[in-house]
């Protein structure tokens, strides 16, 4: 059974990075499309980017000037990385497996339990 | 970008109800579309994929149907643990959610 696990920071000050880590088990990320979610205090779910495998990268055009997706095949992690946050980035962050159709990826089947970061001074 | 909109957006209901969840998207979207089951402090579930496709491991009561721009989750017979939220999420053009649907216990 693949397990996600989110890590980081529980609070960030506005104009710095948010900086996340997914730890994966129970499957390799040398497969697959990985994910970040985010979901606002009270707001629908968004999502952000993903690396495939392959290390190749795609992020939401709202907010592709400002993340960061990488891997780390070694330790079986994908990380995240927003800067210059604002309150507006105050959210639950996810982490998601994502599976599709060669080269199209489509729907997140395994998803971590999430974790909330909040950027105030 | 592709809106969905879900409605309603709360739906209160008993143990052993038949209930129906719709999406709406902004424009046509073929068949490509999701739905999820979320409750707090919890992992997020897939339920359903491509407009019908019940994901393994899913109870047999939660189906979905549609296609272009209207979609319907059903669930057959209410249990106790289906009391969430669900979203739908559309992969035609990028991926969007709907705002969700929080369902209540009456």
């Keep these: 059974q693949v397990q996600l696990q989110e890590s980081g920071p529980g609070l ?11 730890n994966v088990s129970g499957g390799s990320i040398n497969s697959f499309y990985w994910n970040w979610i985010r979901q606002p205090p009270g707001e629908g779910l968004e ?5 495939y495998y392959t290390g190749s ?12 997706i990488s891997a780390d095949t070694s330790k079986n992690q994908v990380s995240l990385e927003v800067n210059s946050v604002t309150a507006a980035d105050t959210a639950v962050y996810y982490c998601a497996r994502a599976r599709g159709r060669p080269g199209k990826m489509e729907f997140f089947d395994y998803w971590g339990q999430g974790t909330l970061v909040t950027v105030s001074s | 970008d592709i809106q969905m909109t879900q409605s309603p957006s709360t739906l209160s209901a008993s143990v052993g109800d038949r209930v129906t969840i ?20 919890k992992a997020p579930k897939l339920l359903i994929y491509k407009a019908s496709s ?8 939660f189906s979905g149907s549609g296609s272009g721009t ?8 209410l249990q106790p643990d289906d009391f969430a ?8 053009t990028h991926y969007t959610f709907g705002q969700g649907t929080k369902l209540e216990i009456k």
């Design chain 2, 54 to 61: 019940l994901e393994s491991g899913v109870p047999s009561r």
């Design chain 1, 57 to 68: 990268t795609n992020y939401n055009p709202s907010l592709n000037s400002r993340v960061t």
């Design chain 2, 85 to 92: 939220t669900y979203y739908c999420q559309q992969y035609d």
């Design chain 2, 70 to 77: 209207e979609f319907t989750l059903t669930i057959s017979s």
């Design chain 2, 22 to 41: 719709t999406c709406r998207a902004s424009q046509s979207i073929s068949r490509w579309l999701a739905w999820y089951q979320l409750k707090p402090g």
């Design chain 1, 12 to 22: 960030v000050k506005p104009s710095e990075t948010l900086s996340l880590t997914c």
């Design chain 1, 47 to 51: 999502w952000i980017g993903y690396i």
